[in-house]
């Protein structure tokens, strides 16, 4: 065999199976959908001041935050197929309702019937999220898990991306009810798919006895126990406090601070969603490191020195910035493909859902923290420093990860 045959031996893969990619398709186009109606919820909010703005936004948050570990604990319990089909039937009602509701009103709906919307959402969230996070461990082998994930983040991106010019297209052409509307349909869609894709894997569920409290308790206690969970959340603490507010939070805050225009700001966190696509295209492609919780790790040190130049592009410029963005966006890109397989490959078949929801507590927590504290310092000191914080966060929270002798034991299934 000559060295070029070897190397194609090595790079052939199997392809993904084909009722992973029709569910990855039908649960893209619901977030989609989900982004363009999150666009319209909080435009219409707009128009009645900035604290129903607020109070709009804490509806879906407070509910999706206090619900999320009974919501895993759910999707233990009785299979995240059967969750996400009930919570898609809800949505679709939901959204259904309310594009009726809008119709021949006024053109501004009134707060509260935003609210109730919004808490439908945050509600509907707390169940829907874990158990749609551990559904392709049920589609998909665990050799083509990383893979799999890695195809899910570029699709979710790429959805997220488009999600708030679409938004800004249907609210400007048809209001929140086109965007009530549009996001409907994408439930009807997942409400079809969900019903024709079957799990190719078995997946062992929690024992009945056991109450639902009880179960999001142990939930708790498995990934606080397990030193390879644990460690996977610790680093997800700490993505969500240092990487995610530079997009959100932090780089609206530079251009004002270098006297940059909207579209500047634009472009940054686009070079950010383009570094992510790109590593998650690669890994879809050529699979994670070997050592997957050293790759975890490896992707916050990646992502401090583009943070870094996005801090101190103010004399240098927007292409720096833009520059600093993508190599950001590759770090994170990393990280998320890396920490996705690496939690569930490594729960416990009993507690896929569980550690989903505690995945996404932490982060939802940490980002929370984050946020206002980084606010805070960028008020005191400039946003430029508070960038820097979060350079100097995330390499430190890097080479901790890469120290940890659990995330050197773990090995790409």
């Known amino acids: ?45 707009s128009a009645h001041g900035g604290g129903t703005g607020a109070l709009v936004l804490t509806a ?31 949505m679709l009602t939901a959204t259904a309702t309310l594009a009726l509701a809008l119709a021949g009103s006024r053109p501004d709906p009134s707060p509260w019937l935003l609210v109730s919307v919004a ?33 899910q983040q570029a699709a979710g991106q790429i959805a997220s991306l488009l999600g708030a010019p679409l938004g800004a297209v249907l609210v400007a052409a048809a209001g929140l009810t086109g965007a009530a509307l549009a996001d409907a349909g994408t439930f009807a869609i997942v409400l079809v798919v969900l019903v024709l894709v079957r799990p190719a894997f078995e997946v062992e569920r929690s024992p009945r006895e ?4 009880a179960g999001a308790a142990d ?4 990934a606080v126990a397990d030193p390879v969970l644990r460690s996977a959340l610790v680093l997800t603490a700490a993505a969500a406090c240092f990487l995610l507010p530079v997009v959100s939070l932090l780089n609206p805050l530079l251009a004002r601070e270098h006297g940059w225009s909207a579209g500047a700001a634009g472009l940054i966190a686009g070079g950010q969603s383009l570094g992510v696509v790109a590593v998650a295209l690669v890994v879809s492609r050529r699979g994670t ?57 490594g729960a416990p078949g009993t507690h896929l859902a569980r550690m989903q929801a505690s995945l996404t507590l932490v982060q939802s927590l940490a980002l929370v923290v984050g946020n206002n504290a980084l606010g805070a310092l960028a008020d005191a000191r400039g946003a430029t420093a508070a960038t ?21 034991r773990p090995r790409q299934p």
């Open 1 to 45: 065999m000559t060295s070029l045959d070897t190397v194609r031996q090595a790079s052939a893969r199997p392809a993904l199976p084909r009722a992973y990619l029709v569910w990855l398709a039908g649960t893209r186009a619901s977030l989609l959908g989900d982004a363009v109606l999150y666009f319209a919820l909080g435009w219409a909010a």
């Open 60 to 90: 879906i948050t407070l509910p999706r935050t206090l619900l999320l570990l009974l919501g895993g604990a759910v999707g233990d319990r009785f299979g995240a197929r059967r969750v996400m089909v009930v919570g898609d039937a809800v």
């Open 119 to 151: 808490a439908v959402v945050g509600t509907v969230d707390a169940f829907y999220l874990p158990a749609a996070g551990s559904m392709p461990r049920s589609l998909v082998g665990e050799a083509q898990l990383p893979r799999a994930l890695a195809v």
């Open 210 to 213: 056991e109450g639902l409290l």
């Open 219 to 222: 939930g708790v206690r498995v």
């Open 289 to 345: 490191m070997r050592r997957i919780g050293r790759g975890a790790a490896l992707g916050l040190c990646v992502a401090a020195p583009g943070i870094a130049a996005v801090a101190l592009a103010g004399q240098a410029g927007v292409a720096m910035a833009v520059a600093g963005g993508i190599v950001t966006g590759a770090g994170s890109g990393m990280f998320a493909c890396h920490v996705g397989p690496l939690v569930l490959a």
């Open 388 to 408: 820097a914080l979060c350079a100097a966060g995330a390499c430190a929270a890097g080479l901790t990860g890469l120290a940890l002798k659990p995330l050197g």
